[in-house]
């Protein structure tokens, strides 16, 4: 990975240094580096939460110890490293049957608990109503499941009503609120999707309690509770954290991956492709979702391999406990009339294709913007009141209207249904006659779950936005569909519609389709997933044969949606937490040089050789919390002198000695023994740090930092350290044109709430 830099920047643009190591060297011994075996005295390397990981040292460690196994003499060499992959393949079938069996039963859960917000079953008060109601032919009536003013038999009408409605908006806000109070007691980080973070932590964030036992049980009972309160949000995206907490807690048993953040990284993205793979029922779109949104597969086939073998694992787990007693993974089977499409029907699709771009940015802007005002008011203290109150407002407007008032998914399933006499009519939806209050009340029905999504995505409840975005999608989708129907029914002549047969009681246009083709408009907009966003839909609806019409729907309304701001909501999150995320998008610069970002020297915190004892080295790293310093010796650049690594040296060497050693000088180049006076600190030093000219463009430099997973670079001129630049300096650089980019940065280490 190295030498990629070496060949493809010109050595032009390397410091000339005369007077000291010349950058050959430095490459050399750089190289030497990360290829013999460590130094014994240097010790290991410990991240803090907030940190980023080194990846080519983690590398090194892997590659070290492999080569170890290897080496071993006799059967062992050939039976060490078996057992080594024994153990890596344990740990991705274990997670891949984990989030299987974990997401079914999350299923069931909702499900039930949202069920007993309408009523209960007779005959047993843990079944849900499809449960309780199943083993009647069609077109029996299910007596078995009462509703609650049934149950309690209720009489007058406004004695049920008013029985129902309390029911309802008490047990949405019981779910809610507990949902909540779980996060903010045991697990902070249960709240939101997840996805963000996961980003940032693929990409070698250190964040370790994000993946605790704890947030994993908090944000898997959390999820059910919020999802059945009925509050506008999904359970798909947090699917991917609860699989992540699982690899994580799996990988710890075995010392290969505890020891080693980047292998550890490599497991946590085949869990996350597990997590959407059993989320939508979707196990190739999942791999692909790892590909695409979590940018953690470039290059790297063996974890694609990996991915690949968790999620159809999963996917098997899933469709074994079979949830839904349907044994199909399509969970919302579209039922098309037909498998062809005319050409008339891709102006309606264009249109759906434009408005999800357009709602898909006003729905990343107005969650920004909630986002932000949360953080600033008063609500930011009182996290669980939020919840409470918003739960109750979200259960009395969705109880008004009749789309609202289902769970999303089971609106979803209707609204991807063709209507089939045999199926019964969905709440009216086939009514030809109520056309124009079907269009209404869909209209309505996404209008208000644009605003409460926005709002609630962001709250203190484990919240997926996946779910809402399709059913805001689906609901538009729907109504144009219908309204494409209503003119065919009026003008079935008309040359428009000459490719349909002109008989209007035959079908000709299929609604649940447009309800697709908006799903899929709208998540385009949203998230700005596009590959991977067209495959999870084709597996979650089973309709492979309309391929096309889906993949021109997320064409169109990624950009428009770019054009009116780039990169999706969890783009936008990332910017407003600051998690130090490089996006892989190919940066190019105006003209920009690296002088004009990187930190001045006379800005930097450095050390100077031979300047301080020990005891002000101390003081020094307790005074800052910096990765790293520089080295310098009279201004030239010795080296850098990692934090942690400084800071087990110095515990090292006082554990033994007495005061009169907080006295010595520390000097960083070898020293001769007889010299009482000092300290030899070289074995921290990394001598061989990558130093560029701050006159090179910082196209270039940002591209080193993305393709090399650099974490800082050194600016010297003729050998003397001019500046320095971080990745997370980069990576505020890059953010910088987000329009609230760190308005909810917490410091490293600290809870996101009060
Ligand atoms: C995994 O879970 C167990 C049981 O909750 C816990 O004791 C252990 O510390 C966890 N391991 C890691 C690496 O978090």
């Keep these: 990975m190295f030498l990629f830099c070496v060949i493809s920047v010109s050595p032009a643009w390397f410091s000339a240094s005369e007077s000291h190591d010349s950058e050959l060297q430095a490459l050399n011994s750089e190289l030497s580096q990360w290829t013999d075996s460590p130094d014994p005295k240097r010790p290991p390397h410990t991240y803090r939460d907030g940190s980023t990981i080194d990846w080519l040292y983690e590398e090194n460690l892997e590659r070290q110890r492999k080569n170890r196994l290897r080496s071993q003499r006799g059967a062992k060499g050939i039976l060490l490293p078996t057992l080594d992959t024994m153990k890596m393949w344990f740990v991705i079938v274990a997670t891949g049957i984990g989030v299987g069996v974990t997401g079914a039963s999350l299923d069931v859960l909702v499900k039930w608990l949202g069920d007993l917000r309408e009523g209960r079953c007779s005959y047993g008060f843990f079944y849900n109503q499809v449960a309780c109601c199943s083993g009647l032919d069609p077109g029996e009536i299910c007596t078995e499941w009462r509703t609650w003013s049934e149950w309690f038999s209720v009489h007058s009408i406004l004695g049920q009503s008013l029985l129902q409605s309390f029911v309802y908006m008490a047990l949405a806000v019981v779910f809610a609120g507990s949902a909540a109070i779980l996060v903010q007691t045991y697990a902070p980080y249960a709240f939101h999707t997840g996805i963000p973070e996961i980003k940032a932590i693929l990409g070698g964030y250190v964040l370790d309690a994000f993946l605790s036992p704890w947030t994993l049980l908090i944000k898997g009972v959390g999820l059910a509770l919020s999802v059945a309160s009925g509050l506008s949000l999904g359970k798909e995206g947090p699917l991917v954290h609860v699989a992540c907490c699982m690899a994580y807690n799996l990988s710890g048993f075995f010392p290969q991956f505890r020891h080693n953040e980047a292998q550890k990284r490599k497991l946590l993205a085949a869990a996350a492709a597990a997590g959407v793979s059993v989320a939508f029922g979707s196990p190739l779109g999942g791999v692909l979702f790892g590909l695409e949104e979590l940018e953690t597969f470039a290059n790297e086939t063996e974890v694609i391999w990996r991915g690949f073998v968790t999620s159809v694992i999963a996917a098997v787990s899933l469709q074994y406990v079979d949830p839904f007693g349907t044994s199909k993974l399509v969970l919302f089977q579209v039922t098309s009339g037909s498998d062809t499409w005319r050409a008339f029907e891709l102006v309606p699709w264009l249109f759906l294709g434009v408005i999800g771009g357009i709602l898909g940015s006003l729905l990343i802007k107005l969650n920004v913007a909630a986002a932000v005002y949360r953080r600033n008011s008063i609500m930011h203290e009182w996290p669980v009141l939020e919840v409470i109150g918003v739960s109750a407002i979200t259960a009395a407007i969705s109880y008004l209207v009749v789309f609202l008032r289902v769970q999303s998914s089971e609106l979803v399933a209707n609204l991807f249904q063709e209507c089939d006499a045999s199926k019964g009519d969905y709440h009216g939806l086939c009514n030809p006659v109520a056309m124009w209050r079907n269009v209404f009340l869909l209209t309505l029905t996404a209008t208000v779950k644009i605003g409460l999504t926005a709002w609630t995505f962001g709250m203190m409840v484990p919240a997926g936005i996946f779910l809402p975005t399709?059913?805001?999608?689906?609901?538009?989708?729907?109504?144009?569909?219908?309204?494409?129907?209503?003119?065919?029914?009026?003008?079935?002549?008309?040359?428009?519609?000459?490719?349909?047969?002109?008989?209007?009681?035959?079908?000709?246009?299929?609604?649940?389709?447009?309800?697709?083709?908006?799903?899929?408009?709208?998540?385009?907009?949203?998230?700005?997933?596009?590959?991977?966003?067209?495959?999870?839909?084709?597996?979650?609806?089973?309709?492979?044969?309309h391929v096309l019409p889906i993949m021109i729907s997320v064409m169109v309304s990624k950009w428009v949606g770019d054009a009116f701001g780039e990169g999706g909501i969890y783009t936008a999150w990332i910017a407003m937490r600051r998690y130090p995320w490089l996006p892989s998008v190919e940066y190019k610069d105006q003209g920009e040089v690296a002088a004009q970002v990187m930190r001045p020297v006379d800005e930097l915190v450095v050390i100077e050789n031979r300047k301080c004892t020990l005891k002000?080295?101390?003081?020094?790293?307790?005074?800052?919390?910096?990765?790293?310093?520089?080295?310098?010796?009279?201004?030239?650049?010795?080296?850098?002198?990692?934090?942690?690594?400084?800071?087990?040296?110095?515990?090292?060497?006082?554990?033994?000695?007495?005061?009169?050693?907080?006295?010595?000088?520390?000097?960083?180049?070898?020293?001769?023994?007889?010299?009482?006076?000092?300290?030899?600190?070289?074995?921290?030093?990394?001598?061989?740090?990558?130093?560029?000219?701050?006159?090179?463009?910082?196209?270039?430099?940002?591209?080193?930092?993305?393709?090399?997973?650099?974490?800082?670079?050194?600016?010297?001129?003729?050998?003397?350290?001019?500046?320095?630049?971080?990745?997370?300096?980069?990576?505020?650089?890059?953010?910088?044109?987000?329009?609230?980019?760190?308005?909810?940065?917490?410091?490293?280490?600290?809870?996101?709430?009060?």
């Design 470 to 545: 399709i059913a805001i999608g689906a609901s538009l989708g729907r109504a144009v569909g219908l309204l494409t129907q209503g003119m065919y029914r009026a003008h079935p002549t008309s040359w428009i519609f000459s490719s349909c047969p002109p008989d209007p009681t035959v079908r000709c246009i299929s609604p649940g389709f447009y309800a697709v083709i908006g799903a899929s408009a709208m998540l385009g907009g949203v998230t700005r997933m596009t590959i991977s966003l067209v495959v999870i839909l084709f597996e979650l609806t089973g309709a492979l044969s």
């Design 616 to 754: 002000e080295l101390d003081a020094l790293l307790k005074a800052h919390e910096f990765h790293g310093f520089p080295v310098v010796q009279e201004g030239q650049l010795l080296g850098y002198a990692i934090r942690d690594r400084l800071r087990a040296f110095l515990s090292m060497l006082s554990t033994g000695a007495a005061t009169e050693q907080s006295e010595q000088i520390c000097s960083f180049l070898p020293i001769r023994s007889e010299d009482p006076g000092s300290a030899d600190l070289s074995p921290v030093l990394e001598k061989a740090v990558l130093q560029l000219r701050k006159e090179v463009p910082q196209e270039l430099v940002v591209n080193m930092f993305q393709k090399l997973s650099l974490r800082h670079v050194l600016f010297t001129q003729s050998g003397k350290l001019t500046g320095m630049m971080t990745k997370s300096d980069v990576v505020s650089f890059l953010n910088a044109h987000f329009p609230h980019a760190a308005a909810l940065a917490v410091p490293p280490g600290q809870s996101p709430w009060p």
